[in-house]
């Protein structure tokens, strides 16, 4: 722990801030030394924050968990974000892009939690507790300007997460090796789960750890976004596709 409670408040209000005005920030890199478990409690009061809105908690997301993700963003270390209410858009609505800054969009895949996840226990099987699976896509919007963020930079905005829709559930499956194409308007996108850690099961073993070390609790009813297995692309005011072989697709329409 580098940062004293005075400079971790302000940190917090300065993203809350950024995200609520719609308007980017410097790198919280540039003025402060900050090391990733102060970046998670940044995360954890940038997320109260929003819980003080009104908001809750309905899941989890992890990021970094592809090459193509990390090749595109400079950093290789998996991170894990908090999803709320206020950032879902169901299934082929509208969005309206002055709610971001500059926002992304990115191909994922979503599983959901039938069952809580005990993390105290050592041995906790996670595949056990998860009942379905979809094609889902997620928006992120750094509150970073230009995008450009340090390892703890983007753990502390939340894993620069800002929405996400999610596509028709399955009875859970091996979704390995599928082949995932994400259209945005004239620019295509296409990946393979497989890019998700050789399998995206593997990322729900990498939150268990993940989820342990931070003290973020997986409950019954949450989503788990696995990360994106494609570059995300610039989000524009047209129609966002995502299709995912044996899934099935899910849709958003930037609007202006
Ligand atoms: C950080 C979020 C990364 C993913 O799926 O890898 C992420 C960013 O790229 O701004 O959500
Ligand atoms: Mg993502």
């Not at 290789?76 to 999803?83: E, F, H, K, N, P």
């Not at 082929?92 to 809580?116: C, N, Q, S, T």
């Not at 559930?169 to 996108?189: C, D, F, S, Y």
């Amino acid at each position: 722990m580098l940062l004293d409670m005075i400079d971790t408040d302000r940190l917090i209000d300065r993203l809350d801030c950024a995200q609520q005005t719609v308007s980017d920030t410097r790198s919280l890199a540039d003025s402060h030394e900050i090391d990733i478990d102060d970046a998670y409690r940044i995360q954890n009061g940038v997320v109260s924050r929003r819980l003080g809105r009104g908001e809750s908690i309905i899941g989890v997301k992890l990021g970094f968990t592809s090459k193509a993700k990390m090749a595109q963003m400079g950093i290789s270390d998996v991170i894990v974000g908090q999803l709320t209410d206020a950032m879902q858009i169901g299934d082929g609505d509208d969005v309206d892009l002055a709610r971001f800054i500059h926002p992304k969009i990115e191909p994922e895949i979503a599983y959901r939690l039938a069952r809580d996840v005990d993390l105290a226990d050592p041995s906790v099987d996670i595949e056990s507790c998860v009942d379905a699976v979809a094609p889902a896509m997620e928006i992120i919007d750094s509150r970073y300007r230009d995008f450009r963020f340090t390892y703890t930079d983007v753990v502390a905005d939340n894993t620069s997460a800002a929405g996400f829709a999610i596509g028709q559930w399955r009875p859970i499956e091996e979704v390995n090796n599928r082949t995932v194409r994400l259209e945005m308007g004239e620019r295509i996108a296409l990946g393979s789960t497989a890019a998700i850690l050789g399998n995206p099961v593997r990322a729900l073993h990498a939150l268990v750890d993940m989820a342990r070390r931070r003290t973020i609790a997986l409950r019954a009813g949450q989503v788990i976004l696995a990360g994106a297995a494609a570059a995300a692309v610039p989000m524009t005011a047209d129609t966002a596709m995502c299709h995912i072989v044996g899934l099935g697709g899910v849709s958003v329409k930037g609007t202006k």
